[in-house]
């Protein structure tokens, strides 16, 4: 079984610049996240996605921040424009159902502002 | 709201050692519980999940342990080898919450 892929694995921007990740879920996995990990912490839930539809996006700071997914399945994140404090890892992960199944998560993209 | 709290931050010990990792939640009303590993680098790998039901998890040389009364939940690594170097994390998923509350983690180091 793939995993859940991500790219780019690495990515330095500078700030007010805008950057986009992508996250291609494990197939038939209906459920897709975006989780913030800033150095030192555990991972924040920027974003939910259930299909198609939102579930969760309270903590995502939509100033600057937008998240789409394409027909369910593939995902992409946006930021624009990028803060120095945006600068983090941010894992994508997905779930067969989403309620309380287990997550799998990608390798990340890992931010750099400067 | 709930809190995930993992102590210690920071662990070193000797190739061979048992070791304890703790992890404590403020809200006792959880679906299930989660340990997983990363490595540097690396995205999430899940090592181990104990349902609100279960006692305990064991995979191999790891044991994980819930207590929902006390709000805490301990990892066990049993004979530690220089490849469980890595930082461990647990989490939660609380009734009413869309998905994992996660700690901050620590961060194991074995030595040879």
Redesign the interface.
Known sequence: EAG?AQSPRYKIIEKRQSVAFWCNPISGHATL?WYQQIL??????LI?FQNNGV??DSQLPKDRFSAERLKGVDSTLKIQPAKLEDSAVY?C?SSLTGW?S???????T?LTVT | KQEVTQIPAALSVPEGENLVLNCSFTDSAIYNLQWFRQDPGKGLTSLLLIQSSQREQTSGRLNASLDKSSGRSTLYIAASQPGDSATYLCASWNSGYSTLTFGKGTMLLVSP
């Open positions: 859940v996240y030192g912490q555990g991972p924040k839930l939910q579930v969760d894992l992960a309380h287990p997550l799998h998560f990608g390798n990340g890992r």
